[in-house]
């Protein structure tokens, strides 16, 4: 069982900055493709971005991309989304999920992601 949790949210400013944790434990491998969505309020979850073990597949929504970065230090069970000239629309809760069934998948939202932190919110302000 994959416990994962977020941190790094809160309110800033749009033109501003954020970088997003989301820590693993409780399994003994994590050579998996990590994750990270959201959902603004009375919208469906989104996919933001994706990233497998080695860092050399990753995936990123149109709506982010070239604003936000994913990346993981493997050796802290870490996984990141820094996060640059936010936007008003950015405003979510940010999921961080494990696709720890599809150990060896392509990064992307297309992957059953089987394990989910309970979100950090983060609030940009126009």
């Known amino acids: 069982q994959v416990q994962l949790v977020e941190s790094g949210g809160g309110l800033v400013q749009a033109g501003g900055s954020l970088r997003l944790s989301c820590s693993a434990s409780g399994s003994t491998e994590y050579d998996y493709v990590m994750g990270w969505f959201r959902q603004a309020p009375g919208e469906e979850r989104e996919f933001v971005a994706a990233?497998?073990?080695?860092?050399?597949?990753?995936y990123y929504a149109d709506s982010v991309k070239g604003r936000v970065t994913i990346s993981r230090d493997n050796a802290k069970n870490t996984v990141y989304l820094q996060m640059n000239s936010l936007k008003s629309e950015d405003t979510a809760v940010y999921y961080c999920?494990?696709?720890?069934?599809?150990?060896?998948?392509?990064?992307?939202?297309?992957?059953?992601?089987?394990?989910w932190g309970q979100g950090t919110q983060v609030t940009v302000s126009s």
């Open positions: 990233i497998n073990w080695g860092q050399n597949n990753i």
């Open positions: 999920a494990a696709a720890a069934s599809a150990p060896y998948g392509s990064a992307g939202p297309w992957l059953p992601y089987d394990y």
